[in-house]
């Protein structure tokens, strides 16, 4: 593809998605189980007009969506990496997900995937440290971040009490939708945060407020690896 023609789409691919709903789902009380998947297509696939990776994971997600126990699936591509994608989703509980996982729709998905990733599927479950209960209303230009924190072993009650600081200060921000925390099951000193935004401004802004850089310094001495943070938009 010629660089002109790849600035073009990219930039017909921001505004498309960008206007996209995404939906949140309150999450359920109790045995409730979320996941957050981060999916690594071949680059080339990712880059033509008619990705493949996206279709696929938008029938997943359309199909999921439908499935008895399903509180929230949601396909996420992000910006300025169109061949990298993430699903969040929550489950009312074990049973429910049991049953998604041995899903028709499931199956076809990971068969047709299978061809089109650069890597595996890399799968984290995680329990709600912080999370708002109710959903939001999705709008057009709406800015999500995913970002996957390790700290050290010793550290890892002092991120959760950085991070609920952290929590408590974004969501007073202008333009905050909100601002969720998960903790990996199997690693809970690795955490999953997932902010949604009006636009990209006022996350920009967000980026650049005093206590946004106050946390980050706080949170470097306990760091067990680099702030893995990625920008996204809804799929259509």
Same mark, same amino acid.
């Not at 409730?32 to 990712?46: K, R």
């Given at each position: 593809?010629?660089?002109f023609c790849a600035l073009m789409f990219g930039m017909a691919l921001f505004v498309a998605l960008s206007a996209s709903p995404l939906a949140f789902a309150a999450p359920a009380e109790?045995?409730? =189980?979320?996941?957050? %998947?981060? =999916?690594?297509?071949?680059?080339?696939?990712?880059? $033509?007009?008619? $990705?493949? &990776?996206?279709?696929?994971?938008?029938r997943y997600r359309d199909a999921s969506r439908k499935e008895a126990g399903n509180l929230r699936f949601d396909a996420l591509i992000e910006l300025g990496r169109p061949n990298r994608f993430a699903i969040l989703e929550a489950w009312r509980d074990a049973a429910g997900f049991d049953a998604h996982d041995k899903n028709d $729709? %499931? =199956?076809?998905?990971?068969?047709?995937?299978?061809?089109?990733?650069?890597?595996?599927?890399? =799968?984290?479950? %995680? &329990?709600?440290?912080?999370?708002?209960?109710?959903?939001?209303? $999705?709008r057009p230009g709406v800015i999500y971040v995913v970002t996957h924190i390790d700290v050290t072993g010793d550290h890892k009650d002092d991120c959760v009490a950085l991070l609920r600081s952290m929590r408590e200060d974004t969501i007073e921000e202008t333009g905050n939708l909100r601002y969720d925390v998960f903790q990996q099951k199997n690693r809970p000193n690795h955490f999953t945060v997932v902010e949604a935004w009006a636009n990209r401004k006022v996350q920009a802004d967000h980026e650049a407020a005093s206590h946004t850089r106050s946390f980050r310094r706080q949170l470097l001495p306990m760091a067990g690896a680099l702030y893995d943070e990625r920008i996204y938009v809804a799929l259509p």
């Open positions: 593809m010629r660089p109790g045995d409730a =189980v979320f996941m957050t %998947t981060y =999916v690594e297509a071949l680059p080339f696939d990712a880059l $033509s007009a008619q $990705s493949g &990776a996206a279709l696929a994971l938008e $729709s %499931t =199956v076809k998905y990971r068969q047709a995937m299978d061809a089109m990733l650069s890597a595996p599927q890399d =799968v984290r479950t %995680t &329990a709600a440290l912080f999370a708002d209960p109710a959903p939001h209303e $999705s």
